[in-house]
């Protein structure tokens, strides 16, 4: 995140905030402000359009590693996925 803020001159907050509105899913943010300072902080995200890039680059730094059961879901379905493009199993899913 330091490289992305230091391209656009501002602060990993605005970073944070103007990555959370270019999410698809996200129709609305509520910030928090104590001052008009912190108020003036958040409201800088608003000027700032990330690149493709760099929406990729902060979605994969904070990307989540599946956890049971969702990484074993994920190994199924890959195998499944092979099984019907090919024809047959991946070698790891043999029987021995």
Same mark, same amino acid.
């Given at each position: 995140? +330091?490289?992305?803020? *230091?391209a656009h001159?501002?602060t990993?907050?605005?970073i944070? /905030? #103007?990555?959370?509105r270019?999410?698809? =899913?996200?129709?609305?943010?509520?910030?928090?402000a104590?001052?008009?300072?912190?108020? +003036?902080a958040?409201? *800088?995200?608003?000027?700032?359009?990330?690149?493709?890039?760099? /929406? #990729?680059?902060?979605?994969?730094?904070? =990307?989540?590693?599946?956890?049971y059961?969702?990484?074993?879901?994920?190994?199924?379905s890959?195998a499944?996925?092979?099984?019907l493009?090919?024809?047959?199993?991946?070698?790891?899913?043999?029987?021995?």
């Amino acid at each position: 995140m +330091d490289g992305v803020a *230091a391209a656009h001159g501002t602060t990993h907050e605005a970073i944070a /905030l #103007a990555w959370s509105r270019q999410q698809r =899913a996200v129709t609305s943010l509520i910030v928090g402000a104590q001052g008009v300072d912190q108020l +003036d902080a958040n409201l *800088a995200s608003l000027a700032i359009t990330l690149s493709p890039s760099e /929406l #990729a680059l902060l979605g994969e730094a904070g =990307a989540l590693t599946l956890e049971y059961p969702g990484w074993m879901l994920a190994q199924s379905s890959a195998a499944r996925a092979d099984l019907l493009r090919t024809g047959e199993m991946p070698p790891c899913h043999r029987a021995s």
